[in-house]
């Protein structure tokens, strides 16, 4: 059999969600498949890494597709002549497009459809294709996997996709995310928060993120409890993000406040295991990984009461309205004062992962594409 796979995201040292759910489950596939030949379609320059073993043919197709008319060009023009001319037998995509102009079966992965809850948040050019091509997308494909049963009723909701049409998949954790011994969780608290503990944060930052309201919360956090306790965020500034700088600007609480950017993969389990907590407030998410990567490391966890980030987390979160400023600073405030609510969060976030692991997520994917 020859499976075609959509790899254009996976991006050396560049590797978030989407990129890092096509990595792992595309990996497992080359693994546990020898006998299978798989063509990974790229966008751009590869690296060899992604190249899991010898039955992987990598193929680098023009032009890189970041914008909405390359989407079009590099998915209804250069993907079709590729799975033609090589016969590829199924084609999988796992970052949510497909080929509308190709006859090949596609197995299609939706990881959200946050354009339709929160379209002022979505530049106009992405909005447009979104609006136009999405459905599109979700009725050419001859399955389509998503990754919580959230986005499962919500695509059905939306787009009339039959419900026996869609699967769940989930995410996990990288096993790099552990716990640290004492004395490493402080070197990390010496080199970015000044010896001291500190909330945080990870993630791009663009307006869904409600990063505004978790800074807001933070300076009600600080002026309520008087603590020494930092703010760290760690994530690229991606679309939007002017509030942001603005709401930074302005807090009173500024110099606890430090924006990290985007940290490695090796840096970034060390700081989300010597945080306090991790806060993830986001207004909108299909399914939430740093919640599971915080769990691993036995960080405690503050999240949102909507979409599918009360799924994930189930009893191993502390839940608020994203919406309520006063809401969030309580929660930390909880979480701050209650050493028995965050080992008790822990002990459940430990058991919680054992719903989550990259091989279910493959299994659902083998079975889409009846491996």
């Known amino acids: 059999m020859r499976i075609a796979v959509n790899t254009r995201l996976l991006l050396t040292g560049r590797l978030e969600g989407i990129g890092r759910f096509t990595h792992e489950v595309a990996r497992r596939l080359v693994e546990r498949h020898p006998q299978h030949e798989f063509l990974f379609l790229f966008d751009r320059p590869y690296d060899d890494e992604f190249v899991y073993a010898d039955n992987v043919k990598p193929l680098v197709l023009p032009p890189p597709a970041r914008r909405g008319w390359l989407w079009h060009l590099w998915f209804e023009w250069a993907i079709p002549v590729v799975l033609k001319w090589y016969k590829a037998d199924v084609f999988l995509s796992m970052d949510g497009y497909c080929s509308l102009r190709s006859k090949v079966p596609t197995v299609m992965v939706s990881h959200d459809i946050a354009h339709v809850h929160y379209p002022e948040q979505i530049p106009a050019w992405a909005l447009r294709f979104y609006h136009k091509y999405v459905p599109l997308y979700l009725k050419r494909a001859e399955k389509v996997v998503t990754v ?30 552990q716990p640290l011994p004492v004395l490493e969780k402080e070197k990390i608290k010496q080199a970015y928060a000044q010896g001291e503990d500190y909330f945080f944060y990870l993630g791009a930052l663009h307006p869904r993120k409600n990063i505004v309201r978790l800074l807001e919360a933070f300076a009600s956090f600080k002026q309520q409890t ?24 302005n807090s009173p609480v ?16 060390r700081l989300v295991a010597s945080a306090l907590a991790l806060t993830y407030v986001s207004l909108f998410e299909g399914f939430g990984v740093p919640l599971l990567e915080a769990m691993q490391a036995e960080v405690p966890v503050l999240t949102s009461s909507v979409s599918s980030l009360p799924e994930v987390a189930g009893d191993a979160a502390l839940l608020v309205d994203p919406t309520d400023i006063s809401a969030i600073a309580v929660g930390m405030k909880h979480l701050y004062d209650s050493e028995n ?15 989550y692991s990259w091989e279910k997520a493959v299994a659902v994917i083998e079975a889409a594409l009846m491996l």
């Open 226 to 249: 008087s603590s020494s306790l930092k703010l760290l965020i760690a994530g690229r500034f991606a679309w939007q993000t002017s509030g942001i700088k603005e709401a930074y600007e």
């Open 341 to 355: 609510l965050r080992n008790a969060l822990v002990e459940k976030g430990t058991q919680r992962l054992e719903e």
């Open 254 to 269: 500024k110099e606890d406040i430090r924006f990290l950017g985007y940290v490695s993969d090796e840096e970034l389990p």
């Open 148 to 177: 919580s049963e959230f986005c499962r009723q919500d695509i059905h909701q939306q787009y009339q996709i039959p419900l026996g049409k869609i699967t769940v998949a989930c995410n996990a954790p990288s096993p790099s995310f």
